[in-house]
C-alpha cells in the first residue's frame, strides 16, 4: 500500500519556523511533490511544489520568501522548510506526490496523498 507520511508540524510563535517531512513508501516520486494546506472552513489550497529533480520549484505568492521546498529522492522524502510564520499560515498541511495530469497547483492533479500534519501559528 502506497502511503506519504507527514511530519514535523506543531505549534510555533509567529515569526518562528518548522521543518515539515513527507516520506514515501511503496512509492518513487517519479515527478512532482507538493505542499498543500487546508485552514478551518476553507477549501484546500496549493503552497509549493518541485519536480523531479528538484531543479524547479513553485510557490503560492502567499508563501513565496518564506517557505522553501526540497527534496531527497534517494531517500523519497520531500520537505517544506517555513520560516517567519504568520497567524495564517495555521492550517493542516498535506503532502501530494506524482501528477498525473493538469496544473501542478491543482489537488486533482496530484494521485497520492498523505495524512496532513497540524501547524497552528500563534500570535
Known amino acids: 500500500q502506497v502511503q506519504l507520511v507527514e511530519s514535523g508540524g506543531g505549534l510555533v510563535q509567529a515569526g518562528g519556523s518548522l521543518r515539515l517531512s513527507c516520506a514515501a513508501s511503496?512509492?518513487?516520486?517519479?515527478?512532482?511533490a507538493g505542499w498543500f494546506r487546508q485552514a478551518p472552513g476553507k477549501e484546500r489550497e496549493f503552497v509549493a511544489a518541485?519536480?523531479?529533480?528538484?531543479?524547479?520549484?513553485y510557490y503560492a505568492d502567499s508563501v513565496k520568501g518564506r517557505f522553501t521546498i526540497s527534496r531527497d529522492n534517494a531517500k523519497n522524502t520531500v520537505f517544506l522548510q517555513m520560516n517567519s510564520l504568520k497567524p495564517e499560515d495555521t492550517a493542516v498541511y498535506f503532502c501530494?506526490?506524482?501528477?498525473?495530469?493538469?496544473?501542478?497547483?491543482?489537488?486533482?492533479?496530484?494521485?497520492?496523498w498523505g495524512q496532513g500534519t497540524q501547524v497552528t501559528v500563534s500570535s
Open positions: 518541485i519536480n523531479w529533480s528538484g531543479g524547479s520549484t
Open positions: 511503496r512509492l518513487t516520486i517519479s515527478n512532482y
Open positions: 501530494a506526490a506524482v501528477v498525473t495530469s493538469g496544473l501542478i497547483t491543482t489537488t486533482r492533479s496530484y494521485r497520492y
